[in-house]
């Protein structure tokens, strides 16, 4: 996981040529750039916008010196379209969970997808969608990823700053439990018995649902272990014992906790998998 | 008829259509002068949303169907919810339905301005993007991203952020706020109110082609007040249902060359969105708002989809003065939801998405499980009406070049604010890309 955020630092020209680009999502993380707000014009100054379909219909061909990549790979033709882009771009960065674990889309990758598609469509031979729907570090090389469903813009924003400025981008990979801390929030999970996966997930929101009074529900992915070190998978084991032994959730309930927004990466897949055997 | 020599064949296309929201193309055939095929594809990916919300529970739904749209969630999640509490019997008043009207407010203004500020008004000013007309007319842009970033608060006040709002329930809210926390937000509202009577103004002098067409127009429509969440359905051609009635008068149809299917009422193309609902609720405007649009000297029915930015703009200033109105009668309710009891059933429900009308249906079984979901957004009742209007438009922009001409398709398509994202979770059909 952490290897692929070592960006090596852009020898920016004045002014960077950026490029986004979309595959199978649902927009969410390309209009957190222009909820940017604020800074969206300051932003228009640093980079040369070239590709932002969804913002301009001025649309100039690479190569880019940084491609935001937004979306997960769907389709065959979308597979063959990712290579184009790793091909036109110094630096590609995926933005949310679509692009980074492959999104709620995913959730087809349990599915007997052939079955389900003569059970959904009424012309299953046209369907040229892929039975699964991945990451993009799974089709070519990411140079840095950028979680959230959608992304938090701020962050966004300074990972384009530290890339302007020649740095090496670099964003806490603890989990939401610490920022729920800092922000004294009553723990939802302890105080209400809330099943809440905050203790696995990759802080990055501001703890936003228990602030809600509700539980996290993982939309930033796998945390990095806290006490195993930075790159080791959060323990989502001793969670999910939590889960099922002391708030009484069946097998069936633990495993839809991880089986959501980022439901096809590592760590989440694996558990969610693991209480599937539970069911059996 | 034989071919002649003469006989010419003309394709105009649009290879990817810019500010709009997902992706779409089009393609036009031509030949000998007339107007043969108008195919406005949609490419994007299919993501089986109703397919995998069967067997989540029924309070997994408000997260699941927000990430159909980032643009619109809180659409999204309010028709779940309501078609959801139908089932269970669940009534939300008083100040829980207040602050759904407000949190939904929040998106219009959000989802409106951007589309007039940023998607929009460089078709009218002749620019390629919001930020490149930034550079002549920053005092303009500037507004619209603050009008914008006070869409934005709201929700985010409300939901915990504005992409995938985070606590709308079954029942009410997971948390709602405070009324120091309402207020705080008055005093950029007051401004915000200002900057849209402005923004109607502003647009309403754009220069528009003349272009009314023959609309069946679709909305909501409650007895005594702007529609967001309630009211039956009604057209302007006399139907009047329910929405558990939908699918007994609107029907998907299958098109070949695209990835969404295509509504139609009584086998027939409707418009649903800004210039339907102010077609036929603008008795419900504010004072303000009825002002605003009695200043643009627009009679009604508005019936050229060039003048929907001017109904957007119109609802932007509804919408904050709906807030405002909210705001200063606003009582904290005792809980932020009131109690479930689950049963099994099926439920119906319509709410007006920025783009229109958007029906949902589900049917859960005892324990609260999803057994069936089905999902009508605005984009796809509006598809065979925006194909309609290109081929009325097109013979106007035929002496043109090819580009030109596509440029002008674009920018009747840009009018509906299309948003392919949304359209395409229900695909039944996949088709390659058109290279």
């Known amino acids: ?280 | 008829m034989s071919e002649s020599k003469e006989t010419k064949t003309r394709t105009i296309a649009v290879d990817l259509i810019a500010r709009v929201e997902g992706e779409g193309a089009l393609r036009v055939t031509v030949k000998d002068g007339v107007v043969q095929d108008v195919e406005l594809r949609i490419f994007e990916p299919p993501r089986f949303f109703e397919a995998f919300l069967v067997g989540r529970h029924y309070d997994e739904v408000p997260d699941i169907v927000a990430r159909i749209c980032g643009i619109c969630p809180v659409a999204y999640q309010m028709s779940a919810v309501h078609a959801l509490e139908q089932i269970f019997a669940v009534s939300v008043e008083g100040a829980l339905r207040d602050l759904r009207r407000m949190i939904y407010c929040g998106e219009w203004i959000e989802s409106h301005t951007l589309h007039v500020y940023m998607l929009h008004a460089p078709d009218f000013l002749g620019y390629a993007s919001a930020i490149a007309m930034a550079k002549d007319h920053p005092e303009i842009v500037t507004r619209g991203l603050r009008l914008k970033k006070a869409g934005n608060a709201l929700m985010t006040l409300l939901g915990g952020r504005s992409v995938h709002p985070v606590s709308v329930k079954v029942g009410g809210f997971s948390r709602v706020p405070l009324r120091r926390e309402l207020e705080g937000l008055k005093e950029e509202l007051l401004w915000a109110r200002d900057a849209a009577v402005e923004t109607v103004r502003w647009v309403a002098g754009f220069d528009y082609p003349d272009f009314a067409q023959d609309y069946t127009f679709v909305a909501l429509r409650p007895p005594d007040e702007y529609p967001f969440n309630e009211g039956p359905i009604l057209s302007s051609g006399g139907v009047k249902i329910s929405a558990v009635e939908f699918e007994h008068h609107f029907r998907e149809e299958q098109a070949p060359y695209s990835t969404a299917l295509q509504c139609r009422l009584n086998g027939a193309s409707y418009l649903v969105g800004p210039l339907a609902r102010l077609n036929l609720n603008h008795d419900h405007l504010s004072p303000l708002g009825k002002l605003a649009l009695a200043d643009t000297r627009l009679s009604l029915p508005l019936c050229n989809p060039f003048h929907a930015i001017v109904a957007r703009s119109v609802e932007i200033l509804y919408a904050i003065e709906e807030t405002l109105r909210i705001i200063d009668r606003y009582e904290p309710p005792p809980s932020p939801s009131v109690p479930v009891t689950v049963r099994a059933g099926t439920g119906m429900a319509c709410t007006e998405a920025p783009r229109g009308i958007l029906y949902h249906r589900y049917r859960v079984d005892g324990d609260g499980l999803i057994r069936e979901a089905k999902i009508v957004p605005p984009t796809s009742q509006n598809q065979r009406r925006i194909e309609e209007d290109l081929r009325a438009y097109l013979p106007s922009v035929l002496d043109l070049s090819n580009e030109q001409a596509a440029m002008g398709c674009e920018k009747v398509i840009r009018c509906y604010d299309p948003c392919i994202s949304c359209a395409t979770h229900f695909l039944k059909l996949d088709i390659q890309r058109d290279r």
Request: aromatic share 6%.
């Open chain 1, 1 to 280: 996981m952490s290897d692929k955020n070592k960006v090596k630092p852009l020898v920016t020209p004045m002014r960077p040529k950026l490029g986004i680009f979309k595959f199978a999502s649902c927009d969410g993380c390309q209009l957190s750039i222009l909820n940017l707000e604020d800074d969206l014009l300051a932003l228009g100054q640093a980079l040369d916008i070239a590709y932002f379909p969804e913002a301009s219909s001025d649309m100039r061909e690479g190569p880019y010196d940084i491609a935001l990549v937004e979306g997960s790979i769907t389709t065959p033709e979308d597979a063959h379209r990712i290579l184009s882009v790793r091909e036109q771009a110094t630096v590609l960065i995926t933005i949310g969970a679509c692009a980074t674990a492959g999104g709620i889309q995913a959730l087809r990758n349990w599915a007997d997808v052939d079955a389900f598609k003569r059970a959904v469509y009424p012309s299953p031979q046209y369907i040229q969608s892929l039975s699964t729907s991945t990451a993009i570090s799974e089709h070519v090389r990411v140079d840095f990823e950028l979680w959230g469903c959608p992304i938090d813009k701020a962050q966004l924003l300074r990972v384009l700053t530290d890339l302007l400025a020649g740095v090496q981008p670099r964003l806490p990979t603890h989990s939401v439990c610490i920022e729920c801390k800092r922000r004294e929030i009553v723990c939802v999970m302890v105080a209400k018995g809330i099943p809440c996966l905050g203790p696995v997930t990759r802080t990055g929101c501001g703890a936003i649902c228990p602030s809600m009074g509700r539980d996290c529900y993982g939309c930033f992915g796998p945390a990095e272990g806290m006490h195993e070190g930075p790159g080791l998978p959060p323990n989502t084991a001793s969670l999910a014992k939590e889960f099922h032994q002391r708030l009484n959730l069946i097998p069936v309930e633990v495993l839809r906790r991880f089986r959501g927004i980022n439901g096809a990466v590592k760590p989440f897949r694996e558990e969610s998998q693991a209480w599937e055997r539970n069911e059996a």
